[in-house]
Structures are given as C-alpha cells and as structure tokens.
C-alpha cells in the first residue's frame, strides 16, 4: 500500500515485523499438531510476508514491473492474513464446525478477485498513483469493507470468549484481543487517518510481541479453550480445576451447583478457605494431591455420598501446573448398592430356608416312606410318593443352586475347557450318548461354576434332544469360537445333533420355570444362563450344523500364560470321543 517514501525507521519496523514473523513461526510449528496452531501459524507467516513485500518496495522503483509483483505479493499476505485469523479465531473459541472445505473456498473467493484487479488493474479501479499519491479506487474501497468485516468478526468473537472465560484463559485471549485491535488500528490510522505511510506493520509488531508473551507466559499452544464451555455444560460431574497456588480457577454449572452453600463466587478462592467448613474434604483432598499422581476417594457427607477424583495437569513441558477434580454424586449408588446388599442377604436367609428347612421335612417324609415298604413292599402308591420326593429333590436343588450361582465371579482361575468338559461329562448319567471334546483352550472361570453350566446343558440335550425320549445315538459336542478361522478363541458352544429346539422357543429357553417336561422345573437352563452372566459371559442358543440345539458362550477371556486346573481331582479326558 506505500509507494514511496523510505523512511529509515518504517524500515527498520518492516524488517523486524519479517524477521519476528519467522521467529514465531518457528516456535508455532513445534506444536502444529495443536488445534489452532495451524492457521495462527500461517497467519505470522502472512504478516511477514505482507511487511517484508512493504519494505522491498521502498527499495524499488515504485513504477517498475518488480514493485507491481511485489504489490501483487503484498496484496497475498493480506489476503491469507485475513482468512487465517478468521479460521484461527473460530477454532480457538470453539465454532471449529463452521472451519469446512467449503468455508475456506468462500473465504478465498474475494482475496483471489483483489490479486486479479491488482494484477492487471482495469480501468483504474483498484487505486492510481498520482505524483506518487496513491488515490484509492472502488475495488479497494470494497476490498476494505470485507477486511474490517473479517476483522470485526474476528475481534467480537474473541472478545466474547473473553467475557466467558475464567481466569485460566483470561491471559491469553486478553492478549488476542489487543493484538489483533493493534493491527487494524494501525492500518485504519494510514487507510482513513492522516498517515500517508503504511503503518500496518507497527501494528503488527505489538500483535507478535502479544503473541510472544501469549505463547511463553500465558501457554498459548498448551492449553486452548476449544469447546470449553461445550464440553463442561455436559460434563454431569462437578468439574474444578485449581492451580499450583491451590487456588480454584476454574469449574462447571455442576461444580458451581455443588459450592453454592459454600461461596457463591468461588472463583480465586483459597481451597483451604473453601472446605474450612468441610475438614473431612480438606484432609481428603491434602491426602489425594500430596503426590502428582492420580487419586480416587469416597467421601459419606451428611447429605449423600461423593466419589472424588484427582488428576495433576500438566503443560507442554511436563510441568505440573494444577490439579482437575471431579466430583461425583454417588447417593443413587450407594443406596441402590445397599438395597441389593439387603437383597442379597434376604436370598442367603430363603436358599437356607430351602436347604434346612424344606429338606428336613422331606429326610423325614423319606424315612416313613421307608418303613411303609417295609410293612407294604407291594403297595403301588409307594412308588408314586416316592417319584414324588425325587422331584422335590430336584427342584430343593435347583432352586438352592440358582440363589447361589448368580453372584459375580470376582476371583476366576485359568481352567482347561476339554478337561472341565469330561468332569461335567463323568457327573451325568448320560446313557447311551457319546460326547466330542474339541476344545483344547485354558479359560478364565469357576471351576466348579463351569462344571455345573456344563452339566445341566448336557442333561438338558439327554433329556430334550432325543425324539425317542432316550439318548440313542445323540452325539454332543463342546468347541470354541473364534472371530474368523485361525482367528483368537472367543467363546465355546455346547451343540447336539438331536431335534433341536425352534426358533419361536429359542427365547425363552433360559427364563427361570420354562420347560417343556412335565416332569421339569424349568430352572435347569435358567441356572446356566446364571452362571454364564456371572462370569460376564453373552449366552445365546442358536440351530448346530447338523439340527439340533447349539448353545453358545460369548466374552469368554483365554489365557495360556497359567497353568490351567482340570476343575476337579478327576482325571483329563485323553480321547476326543467318549463312550459311556
């Protein structure tokens, strides 16, 4: 925009507005992978260009064809310089959804049109040098409409971020603000003012040194609100962030929620004089900080229970800096934890009610059945009675079993499927069926769990799988799954070539009293389905490759690192087919 004019000093200014450029640069491509750093980085670069294009024109014949190339290179500084600080101030106060491909193609459509009339400067538009005064065109005047729009938006949109901001970003967007007011302040005091050389640059000067002191003082590239007000909004937890003076600076709607009783504007607070009314937090919180690590602790307050975490933050040096705290209203929990507590101890008091109280009464109803055979051996209603304390038998131990298999299994142990398979397979009275173990993987399990699971899905086959209601010719079979062939082992299946089970049933297999045996209890396959959720498992029950019922068992966690147990004392199946 200057045509002549080579003051020593504006010179002087140019050239280390080009060199401070490069400088900061340098300093912004180091954390380039930072959000932001990209279009701040080439908007310094921009500046540089724009005062090193100024002060290479002194230098030159105003008329020649090289001070229009360099007029050309002038105008491209501020073009990019122009769409970067719009781009950088979006990203940074956290309306990075408008920074699009097609957003950047608007954006470049006037500073492209701007180097066309410069290039070629039709009919005069742009501007005309007169006895080296430069006369402004129509072109230029509505180049300059658009440049102070950008500018504008760029400057409310910071200057609300700093309205908004906490004493954390206050810093750094304070010294944005100024920046960039310092930059277009100067070109508007050569545009519209009584200053007839391009001062712009003078602007840019007090822009990188703000920069500079944002950068080193104020972390510019460590920590950038983007989405800050977004992301905290949401967060449900009370957030807080305090720094190395142990002085609250930051926090939440949660957190504020949760201090309300305490200070109403705890912001630059003293942590000791927020929870003095709070000693057990602030013994906790000492606790929790009294080393840079990481931190959990539960908190029982007279109005409900809290789960406190505490992270060190940390800058782009390793430096620690302060400390995040989240807070977390776990009441609900706790109460739901201890209503299940009551739950739990409620079904230990019924399963030892079905296991002495019920069953004494049948030993005895046993004993008298006995010595009625003794007096009547012949008597055909003994045979009924008995049947009859069988099934109550079953059902004492069936129920007793589903009480006590649901609870989680905390502690499992490596296990060896095929083997736990042939203990199973030696606890059933199994007939004339046969059984194929191909499963040589070690799982993580209750033994005596799985061998239980494993049981009832082979009763369940032997008793349901065969259409003569025997176990004729019915073949079982235990194998794993996998993800993809040769792929690693995710679960096992227990499938039967028998009739299977169809597919308007499959759902209902596994609800607690569903059987289709009169003589059933239905909670056979309810137990496995027990067991299986214990051990974190996903049970389902699908059509086997050849008909029948296969049962299949998901997230089932394989290890080879450990010695596997065999569940039992009893010895390893050593054959992959097994007779009775």
């Not at 193609?105 to 430069?134: C, H, K």
């Not at 971020?161 to 603000?177: D, E, I, K, M, N």
């Not at 507590?341 to 079904?347: P, S």
């Amino acid at each position: 925009m200057v045509l002549g004019t080579g003051i020593d000093l504006i010179q002087a200014i140019y050239a280390i507005v080009a060199v401070n450029s490069l400088v900061l640069a340098a300093v912004l491509y180091r954390h380039r992978e930072r959000i932001g750093a990209i279009p701040l980085l080439v908007n310094v670069l921009a500046t540089g260009l724009w005062a090193a294009s100024l002060l290479a024109r002194t230098a030159v014949d105003p008329e020649s064809a090289l001070a229009h190339a360099l007029l050309v290179s002038l105008f491209l500084g501020v073009g990019l310089y122009l769409l970067t600080l719009l781009v950088f101030t979006l990203e940074y106060t956290g309306r990075e959804q408008f920074v699009r491909p097609s957003t950047i193609a608007i954006l470049s459509i006037e500073p492209l049109l701007v180097l066309a009339f410069i290039a070629v400067n039709p009919g005069q538009r742009f501007f005309t040098v007169v006895d080296g005064t430069v006369e402004w065109g129509i072109v230029f005047w509505a180049h300059v409409v658009y440049a102070y729009a950008i500018l504008t938006v760029a400057t409310v949109l910071i200057v609300g971020l700093l309205y908004r901001s906490q004493s954390l970003y206050r810093g750094q967007t304070a010294t944005l603000v100024v920046g960039t007011v310092a930059a277009w302040a100067a070109n508007a005091l050569y545009v519209f003012g009584p200053v007839d050389v391009e001062v712009s640059p003078v602007g840019f000067l007090v822009t990188g040194a703000l920069y500079a002191v944002a950068i080193t003082r104020y972390r510019l590239t460590d920590i950038v609100p983007i989405a800050r007000d977004r992301v905290l909004a949401t967060v449900s937890d009370a957030v807080f962030v305090v720094d190395e003076q142990e002085r609250l600076i930051d926090l939440n709607p949660v957190g504020r929620d949760l201090l309300e009783d305490i200070d109403s504007s705890p912001i630059g607070a003293d942590i000791d004089a927020l929870l003095a009314d709070r000693p057990e937090l602030r013994e906790g919180y000492r606790d929790l900080t009294a080393t840079p690590t990481r931190g959990d602790r539960e908190f029982e307050l007279s109005d409900g229970h809290y789960h406190v975490r505490t992270t060190p933050i940390e800058d782009g040096r390793d430096r620690q800096v302060g400390w995040l705290v989240m807070i977390r209203d776990i009441t609900d929990r706790k109460r739901r934890e201890a209503q299940l507590e009551r739950q739990n101890e409620r079904l230990e008091q019924f399963a030892d009610l079905v296991s002495h109280d019920l069953r004494n009464p049948l030993n005895v109803a046993n004993g008298y059945l006995d010595l009625a055979r003794e007096a009547d051996d012949d008597a055909a209603y003994l045979a009924e009675i008995e049947q009859s304390h069988d099934r109550m038998e079953t059902i004492i131990e069936d129920v007793l079993t589903l009480a006590r298999e649901g609870a989680d299994v905390t502690d499992p142990e490596p296990v060896a499927l095929a083997a736990i398979a042939g203990r199973a397979w030696s606890g059933v009275d199994t007939g004339a069926a046969s059984i194929v173990i191909d499963a040589d993987v070690t799982v993580l399990a209750d033994p005596e769990r799985t061998t239980r699971l494993l049981e009832n899905l082979f009763r369940n086959a032997i008793e349901h799988g065969s259409e003569r209601g025997d176990s004729a010719d019915l073949e079982i079979t235990v194998g794993t799954l996998a993800d993809a062939p040769g792929g690693s082992v995710t679960g096992f299946y227990v499938a039967d070539d028998g009739v299977g089970i169809p597919p308007a049933k499959r759902e209902h297999v596994f609800e607690g009293g569903y059987t289709t045996d009169e003589d059933g209890t239905g909670l056979g396959l309810s137990i496995v389905s027990e067991i299986a959720t214990a051990h974190e498992w996903t049970a389902s029950v699908t059509e086997s490759e050849t008909g029948g019922a296969r049962f299949e068992f998901r997230s089932v966690e394989t290890t080879a690192d450990a010695p596997a147990s065999n569940g039992g004392s009893e010895p390893d199946l050593e054959s992959d087919s097994v007779e009775p």
